[in-house]
């Protein structure tokens, strides 16, 4: 069985710009997260989506980010424009309906110059 | 607010040294406790959950415990490909989400 996989695994960009992640959960696993940790701090929450719709973005920075998880399916993680403090490393986990366990994939490397 | 501590931040240890890690929370409910290890450049990867005092849970060298203010990761006779981040992270009852509370992990070395 395929993991959670992730859309770009390292992105470069200038400040001002505006990257998009995308994350690919477990096949089934309706409940899919965001996470993201900056250097020196703990992994932290950002939201949480159950199939297309948001159950709770109260991790989410500011309104520079958008996420959308259009169908069910995959999601996106917009950054928008994108500032110096938004460095980072970016998780994406899913969770089956029902189950406990979230399931990371190996991350996306957010670097804004 | 919900908060967890690990310690130490780092720990080096010689191959077949045993030692332990230790995960202190403040929670409002305890939901589960986990336990996941990291390796560099990968995410994080689900080792164990505990959800109430006295459960422990073990796999390999490695045992899990569970107290109403801490948990212990315990690693017996380690090799080198233990050496990773170990993350603890938990869930609090209150709310939907079931979303993590993460430490900020022990870089464990352990040297041949």
């Known amino acids: 069985e395929a993991g959670v996989t992730q859309f770009p695994s390292h992105s470069v960009i200038e400040k001002g710009q505006t990257v998009t992640l995308r994350c690919d959960p477990i096949s089934g696993h309706d409940n899919l997260y965001w996470y993201r940790r900056v250097m020196g701090k703990e992994i932290k929450f950002l939201l949480h989506f159950v199939k297309e719709s948001k159950q709770d973005e109260s991790g989410m920075p500011n309104n520079r980010f958008l996420a959308e998880r259009t169908g069910g399916t995959y999601s996106t993680l917009k950054v928008q424009p994108a500032e110096l403090e938004d460095s980072g490393v970016y998780f994406c986990?899913?969770?089956?309906?029902?189950?406990?366990?979230?399931?990371f994939g190996p991350g996306t490397r957010l670097t804004v110059l | 607010e919900d908060q967890v501590t690990q310690s130490p931040e780092a720990l080096r240890l010689q191959e077949g040294e045993s030692s332990s890690l230790n995960c202190s929370y403040t929670v409002s409910g305890l939901r589960g406790l986990f336990w996941y290890r990291q390796d560099p450049g990968k995410g994080p990867e689900f080792l164990f959950t505990l959800y109430s005092a006295g459960e422990e849970k073990e796999k390999e060298r490695l045992k899990a415990t569970l107290t109403k203010k801490e948990s212990f990761l315990h690693i017996t006779a380690p090799k080198p490909e233990d050496s990773a981040t170990y993350l603890c992270?938990?869930?609090?009852?209150?709310?939907?989400?079931?979303?993590?509370?993460f430490g900020t992990g022990t870089l464990l070395a352990v040297q041949p």
């Open positions: 986990a899913s969770r089956l309906a029902g189950g406990d366990t979230q399931y």
């Open positions: 992270a938990v869930q609090g009852l209150g709310g939907a989400t079931n979303k993590l509370i």
